[in-house]
Structure formats: C-alpha cells, structure tokens
C-alpha cells in the first residue's frame, strides 16, 4: 500500500491462486500462520504446503474446541484466587496450547479494541467472562458482539456506565462507542455524544450481573446521528453501526492487523472489505477470509509490514518450536514488554505498529528470547532444545540449523554474511543445548526479527 503506486482493489481481494510466477510454499505458509495466528511448527508448515493457502484459511476460520476442558479448568483455579493479575498467565497457556490460533489472535485483537483494563475493574470474574463474550463473537458478528460488550459488567465498570443515571448522564461509553469502537473521529458531533448517553441511562449492576433500571432511564427523545426518537433498549447500537462510516472504521483496523501497519490504505482498497461486512450484516469471519485469502495478503505489500507484537514474539516462537513453559513467567515479561494481558494501557488499547519499538524493548525483547529459551521449564515437544532440533527437526549442522530456524521464524531471509554469523555460533565448541539457544537468542537481536 504505497502512496506512489496505488492498488488495484479487484486484484487485492481476488483470491490468491498459486502459480509458478507466485508459488505456495513454505515461506508464504509461515506468513499466513504468523499473521493469524502466533506462527507454526516445521511440520505444521510442511502439512500447509501440502494442502494449499484456500484449504488451510478455511480450517483456520472453523474453531475446534479440543482443549477447553482444560483451558476451563485452569481458568477456574485461577478464579478461585480473585487476583486478575493470573489472568493473563491462563491467556498464556491458551495462546500456546490452542488448537484454534486465529480465533486466540483475533480475540487479542478484540481486547485491544474493546480495551478494558484490570487495574480498574479488579473483578477477576468480570474480566474473564468479557473475554469469553470477545472470543465467542471473535469470527462471528460483530453486531451481537458491540450488543454485548454494551452490558458486559467489566466494561460497565470500566467506562463508568454502571452509574449512568438521568439526571446526570455519564457520557464515556456514548463517547467510545463512537470514537473507538464504531464509527472513528470525526463521524459524530459532541451532541450526539450528549444524546447518546441519554440512551444508557438505567444501565447499571445489580449481584455483578446486568441491570436495567427503568427508573432511571430517560424515556425521552433524542436525537442521534440524525434520527430522532426514545430509542428503547439497545436500539441505538443498531442506529450507530448503520452509519455508513461503520463499517468502513472495522474494515480499516481488520486491514491494518492483518496486512500491514503502514501505510493507512485509501478509501478505494477499504470499500469492498466495508461492503462485505455490511451485506453479511457484519459477519467478521467473511471478512477475515477474504483478507487472509487474498492476492494482497500474500504480496510483498504485506509480507515483512507489520511489527510483531510482545505476543508475537514470544509466543509465536514458542509455538513455532513446539514450546511449552512457565506461563505465569512469560505473562509477567509481557506486561515488562508493554503488551500486559488484561491492562491494555487506555481505552484505546494497544497503538502497536512502531510503538512497539524502541532502545529499551527492543533490549528487552532480546533478553525475553534468550531467557524463555533456556528457562529449564521451557520444553520443546517436551524434550530439551538438542534432542528436537535432531528428532523432530533433522537438523545436524550448523547451517541446517540457521536454514530451519530463519524459515520459521523470520519474514525476510538475512543477508549472507549475517547467516554465516549465525552458522558460527551453532558450530561454536560447547553443549549442543547452549550453542542452539546462543543462535535463537541472536536471532532475537535482529531488526529482521521484529518485523512479520
């Protein structure tokens, strides 16, 4: 998407058809995994080569839910402590363990659209039931989903709803429902935002659950976005996503997080993702599949433009190595890292993009990639780092072992003096464990291992 060479919109969101100019292969298969979902095994990638990017875009978009009585399980444990700051070491061993990596990701993609931070709730229930709501609809309506976040307890607390009254209308919500969830700035007037409020009045909690409190709703008409009248129950939320600027603002975001940071793509490139969600009557999922199953999505205007998040990072070479380890741990670096599951810094969640970078994470990143890989309690398919390397990998020597893991982990190849870097350290004297993590570790130093 750059400004000097304009895209055409039928050839971005036409289907992806490999061909010996465009072959599939495992380079582009490591893409469409990093993209949606925290990146792939070896063997996963082998496995996708094998069955083409259409097939494996569509399984991606079917949730399974093979390890929920687990995850279940664990989240309960978890609650039975009241501390949300757990939370996110439960939202850790999901992300690794998850057999549905694109329903994960784009749940994480909802709580930072949705952003509702811990820090104020402090309700480890509440937080925890707004990410089920997140992840139920995370491939499905975006419609229901705006319904239920509008009466989700944790987002009543955390933007003050919950004493929305009408003698003295709260206008937070009815702001960010607009500006951050809906419609984007400049789409509404500081009226709207008045009369929207009025529209939540009576809102509120009884017994930590939802509540409608008839008596103190305003009845009255308002006008809102141009219609006027008492707009009763959740009727304005479907008044506010009818503006046309709706579903062009969702469409937007879904490119970005998918795509590529940078540029912000014109109107025309937006158009077509913005009418699918409006004749689907906002099924998400649709919308999702044309991204991930698209010409643009499998180009160089979205290879290597995005830069990966403290998730990415580290769950994604996790998963990429077959990896499990201390969750709570790597949940305590992601806060370090400024991604902290469940305290999204503001209402308007993670900026992401450059923001992620600079002097000091960038050090911090390093260092979280050399200490997950030797931490005793990370397992590789659960061996040590030699024994899968070998058996599971078949990688030997020194350049099998660089080959194996930039093909895994790196959007762009590395130059070749920096490669043969690389094949130095594996082949360094010493214990074959600390030579392969010294290689993962420098991989981590990159500038090419920031980008995705």
């Not at 082998?46 to 399984?59: K, N, S």
């Not at 329903?103 to 709580?111: A, D, K, Q, S």
């Not at 987002?155 to 206008?171: C, F, G, Q, V």
């Not at 058996?391 to 099998?400: I, M, S």
């Amino acid at each position: 998407m750059t400004e000097s060479r304009p895209i055409d919109p039928q050839w971005a969101w036409a289907e992806y058809q490999p061909s010996d100019e465009r072959p599939w292969n495992r380079r582009l298969a490591a893409h469409l995994f990093r993209r949606a979902g925290f990146g792939a095994s070896w063997e996963m990638l082998a496995e996708a080569v094998a069955r083409g990017p259409a097939e494996v875009v569509t399984d991606l978009l079917e949730p399974v839910d093979a390890q929920q009585a687990a995850q279940d399980a664990f989240a309960e444990a978890i609650l039975a402590g009241g501390d949300p700051r757990q939370l996110a070491a439960w939202w850790v061993y999901v992300m690794l363990q998850t057999p549905t990596p694109l329903l994960e990701n784009m749940t994480l993609f909802w709580h930072g659209h949705f952003a509702t931070s811990a820090e104020k709730v402090t309700d480890a229930r509440a937080m925890y039931a707004q990410n089920a709501l997140l992840r139920e609809h995370a491939l499905g309506s975006f419609r229901l989903l705006v319904h239920g976040i509008s009466r989700d307890p944790a987002m009543l607390i955390y933007l003050d709803s919950a004493t929305n009254r009408k003698a003295h209308p709260n206008e937070n919500f009815a702001r960010e429902l607009m500006e951050l969830f809906c419609l984007g700035e400049g789409n509404y007037s500081e009226r709207d935002v008045k009369e929207l409020a009025r529209c939540f009045t009576g809102w509120e909690l009884r017994r930590d659950r939802f509540r409608f409190n008839r008596y103190q709703h305003d009845n009255g008409d308002k006008t809102v976005l141009g219609k006027t009248g008492p707009f009763p129950e959740s009727d304005v939320i479907d008044h506010v996503l009818a503006q046309p600027a709706a579903p062009e603002f969702i469409a937007r975001k879904l490119i970005r997080f998918l795509v590529a940071d940078e540029p912000v793509p014109p109107d025309e490139l937006v158009a077509p993702i913005a009418g699918q969600l409006r004749a689907s009557n906002w099924d998400v999922g649709q919308a999702i599949g044309t991204i991930l199953r698209s010409n643009l999505f499998f180009s160089p205007y979205a290879i290597a433009r995005k830069v990966r998040s403290p998730v990415d990072v580290t769950v994604g070479l996790l998963r990429s190595l077959e990896a499990t380890t201390d969750a709570a741990r790597l949940a305590s670096e992601l806060g370090d890292l400024g991604q902290g599951l469940f305290y999204p810094p503001n209402v308007k969640g993670w900026d992401g993009g450059r923001t992620w970078i600079n002097s000091s994470t960038l050090l911090g990143r390093a260092n979280a990639v050399g200490r997950l890989i030797r931490d005793p309690k990370t397992r590789f398919r659960g061996g040590d780092l030699a024994t899968y390397f070998t058996e599971h990998l078949g990688a030997e020597t020194g350049e099998q072992v660089v080959d194996v893991l930039t093909q895994l982990t790196l959007a762009v190849p590395v130059s070749e003096p920096l490669r043969d870097q690389l094949i130095e350290v594996a082949e360094r004297p010493g214990p074959r464990n600390e030579r392969l993590a010294a290689v993962v570790h420098a991989l981590g130093t990159l500038p090419e291992f920031q980008i995705g």
